[in-house]
């Protein structure tokens, strides 16, 4: 059975303060996900990471990608208020994407 | 990016009532398209597949009669929630990619479907 492991699923940090999570998966997949979702919204695309050792980063979201380990962080710089929000890893061992739990993250002052 | 519409992004309906919700590619074609439901703060749980022109193939524990999904064209996927209950409320996201296995997958706005 597929498992896709999110840690931690909740998050509350500091604005300015740095945090990984980790995502963890138990397949073989060549590629990994990373999505963010407000309140009562869809996914929004943050990263699709296609190789072992990609490293990709949108402004202070920084994703990389370990096939070897089967994981994936996704690191934040700096913490702002807006980056409030719900974060799911996803890979794809077939043709549809199983997802992580998510990350619910809080940002606070 | 390409988009994906859905259609309505809320709806309440009744008991017992059928609900139709839409899912569009608008700039490309798409063979596949997935059908997720996803619970108050869980993730998003895979109900279907939707393959154009032939039958959707549907996860286990998903009920084939009561999540009905047509594919009538490669830009259209229709998911019908047949004789609606209140534990069918739940907000269903629709995904479609552009081709083959090697695109990314692009995601619907979601539905928020209450059944009263």
């Known amino acids: 059975e597929l498992k896709v492991e999110q840690n931690p699923l909740f998050l509350s940090m500091q604005e300015g303060k740095n945090y990984t999570i980790y995502c963890n998966y138990s397949?073989?997949?060549?590629?990994l996900y990373w999505y963010r979702q407000d309140p009562g919204k869809s996914l929004e695309s943050l990263f699709v990471?296609?190789?072992?050792?990609a490293v990709k980063q949108e402004g202070r979201l920084m994703a990389s990608l370990d096939t070897k380990a089967r994981l994936s962080t996704l690191h934040i710089t700096a913490a702002v208020h807006d980056l409030s929000a719900t974060y799911f890893c996803a890979v794809e061992p077939g043709y549809a994407l199983n997802f992580g739990k998510g990350t619910s993250l809080l940002v606070t002052p | 990016g390409a988009v994906v519409s859905q259609h309505p992004s809320r709806v309440i309906c009744k008991s017992g009532t059928s609900v139709k919700i839409e899912c569009r590619s608008l700039d490309f074609q798409a063979t596949t398209m997935f059908w997720y439901r996803q619970f108050p703060k869980k993730s998003l749980m895979l109900m279907a597949t939707s393959n154009e022109g032939s039958k959707a193939t549907y996860e286990q524990g998903v009920e084939k009669d009561k999540f009905l999904i047509n594919h009538a064209s490669l830009t259209l996927s229709t998911l019908t929630v047949t004789s609606a209950h209140p534990e069918d409320s739940s907000f269903y996201i629709c995904?479609?990619?552009?081709?083959?296995?090697?695109?990314?997958?692009?995601f619907g706005q979601g539905t928020r479907l209450t059944v009263v």
């Open positions: 990471l296609l190789s072992n050792g």
């Open positions: 397949t073989t997949s060549d590629r």
């Open positions: 995904s479609a990619r552009r081709g083959s296995l090697n695109t990314e997958a692009f």
